[in-house]
């Protein structure tokens, strides 16, 4: 084993799967090899399943990583990364695991990588406790833009549990280094817009979705723009039954703020709409910028960007919380927060103001 290395323990905070991407994607970023123990301990199956080993397999191409423990339940990784290089990779998950996740333990890496890089990744697109895509493309990607990171993702084809089938292709830019970015006040709601998407179904799904959203958002007071995406069941070409809807809300401050609902067998379309339509509702209530589900993605990125970043967010989640301890740790920052778990809060830190192609001590 190395001298230097960073170790974690995979049971800190939430005790889940999303420790493990952060830990592995920020140690890639500063090439230096990683321990971690007790993986995801708080769940009912602890240890690596097939997406975690597919997340991890993903980063170590990527970074040329030297790997051990990688196996199916191992509760113990040791990760050695490399140079992050560019190009153009393929992975597919085997399952309905989620595309995104997979996705979103490469981008950090990939946002200092020596070139441009097109990933196409098969699994699921639409997952439960996962970011769906149309989440990661209207909301996730400009945000992360904001801070100088541009990448781009289309659905090549929607994919649900337990068929999956999806596939998204994502492209990369490379940055010499990340910007701070200040979103506190959301501001007047400018525009609302959504998908609402159902696949091997009957096309009304989609319309109901759709149409239980907008009349909540109307209730509220929004006006609010859904298209529908369904498909002739004579010729869909996906693998399985599913739906769900993704709804957006872009403000004056330049925030957008975003929710979700998938469907499942017994579950009405109405339902689904309605789910989506009033989460947002409530976070816009806060008069914050950033959504519950944005707020722990963006913590990596404002500890690596270079200067000092402010983001309010609707709501202090343990996923957030969890990541701000492990981000700390690994990176020797100090964020600032002001508020309680499950309640509005402040976050601000001084990044580390990381460069292409160096690494900290």
Known sequence: MPERFIEIDGSMGEGGGAVLRTALALGAVNRMPVWIHHIRAKRKKPGLQPQHLKGVEALATVTGARVRGMELNSTELFFE?????????????????????????????????SEPAEVEIRGGTDNPFAPPVDFLKHV?????????????????????????????????????????????????????????????????????QARAAKLTLLKAGYNAKISIETYDPSSDPHLGPGSGITIWAETESGAILGSSSLGKPGKPAERVGREAASS???????????DRYLTDQLIPYIALAEGRS?????????????????VEKILGVKFEIDGKLGEPGRISVEGRGLTRGSNFD
């Open 140 to 208: 996730t990607l400009p945000i992360i833009f904001k801070l100088g990171y541009r990448v781009e993702v289309e659905c090549l084809q929607r994919g649900h549990y337990p068929r999956g089938g999806g596939r998204i292709r994502a492209r990369t830019f490379p940055v010499e280094k990340l910007q701070a970015i200040h979103l506190t006040e959301a501001g007047k709601v400018l525009r609302i817009a959504g998908i609402s998407h159902c696949v091997k179904l009957p096309p009304h799904v989609g319309t109901r």
């Open 310 to 326: 402010e983001i309010w967010s609707t709501e202090l989640t343990t996923h957030t919380l969890t990541n701000v301890e492990l």
């Open 280 to 290: 947002l509702v409530a976070q816009l209530k806060t008069g914050f910028a950033v």
């Open 81 to 113: 990364p490399s140079e992050t290089r560019g190009g153009k990779y393929k992975f597919d998950i085997g399952t309905a695991g989620s595309t995104t996740l997979i996705l979103q333990i490469l981008m950090p890496a990939l946002a200092f990588a």
